[in-house]
């Protein structure tokens, strides 16, 4: 092999060299290229599908909460042809005006008798001078002031009251209402009357 065969291919050599490198950077590239496009693809693709799925689901909480409207259509039998009506719908006609003269309003019915607060029952004269009442336990001086407006002034008083005439006297009694069944005023004005002192502090303490 002569100088000028073996200078021809080195020179061959030295061309193919570089082409060939310059080839696998440019296939490694475009590989890459195809790679990172696949992926992007499927990126979208699938935000693509989420988003129609959000979609899709706000539409159907939206007809389940009954924000959809249905649709509208012009009434031709309108005379401007601009009014609209809901589809399958019929449009309300408006309803006769009565040439009728108004009936006469109707008397409230009366207040029934059980509706209305008991009225405090009449004691029973008594013509001794009024004793303390605030000998009964649970019923001190602003209670006295309240029952002797009511007529209550003499422990004897309190000792006869009947189940029925307790309970209407309570419930004239205000704030204090349940106080006299609470501190048995009832038994305690029964002992006091009978002038049993012993009973009374066995069973409600010293006077």
Do not use: C
Request: proline share 8%; aromatic share 4%.
């Amino acid at each position: 092999m002569d100088s000028t065969t073996t200078t021809n291919h080195d020179f061959a050599q030295s061309i193919v060299g570089p082409i060939t490198i310059i080839h696998v950077i440019l296939m490694v590239a475009l590989a890459a290229a195809a790679v990172l496009m696949i992926w992007y693809g499927g990126v979208q693709r699938r935000r693509r599908r989420e988003a129609e799925q959000q979609v899709e689901e706000d539409r159907r909480i939206a007809e389940e909460a009954g924000a959809t409207v249905p649709a509208q259509e012009a009434d031709p039998n309108q005379p401007d042809g601009g009014s609209l009506k809901i589809a399958g719908e019929e449009t309300p006609q408006p309803a006769e005006v009565s040439r009728e003269a108004p009936a006469a309003e109707t008397p409230a019915p009366p207040v029934q008798e059980s509706l209305r607060e008991p009225a405090a029952p009449a004691p029973a004269p008594i013509a001794d001078a009024p004793s303390d009442l605030t000998q009964l336990k649970g019923l001190g001086p602003k209670l006295a002031a309240t029952l002797a407006e009511l007529g209550y002034t003499h422990i004897a008083q309190i000792a006869a009251l009947t189940p029925e005439d307790a309970a209407a006297l309570d419930a004239r009694l205000g704030a204090f209402q349940g106080r006299m069944a609470r501190d048995r005023w009832i038994e305690q004005a029964k002992l006091l009357s009978a002038g049993d002192r012993a009973g009374y502090e066995a069973q409600f303490g010293k006077l």
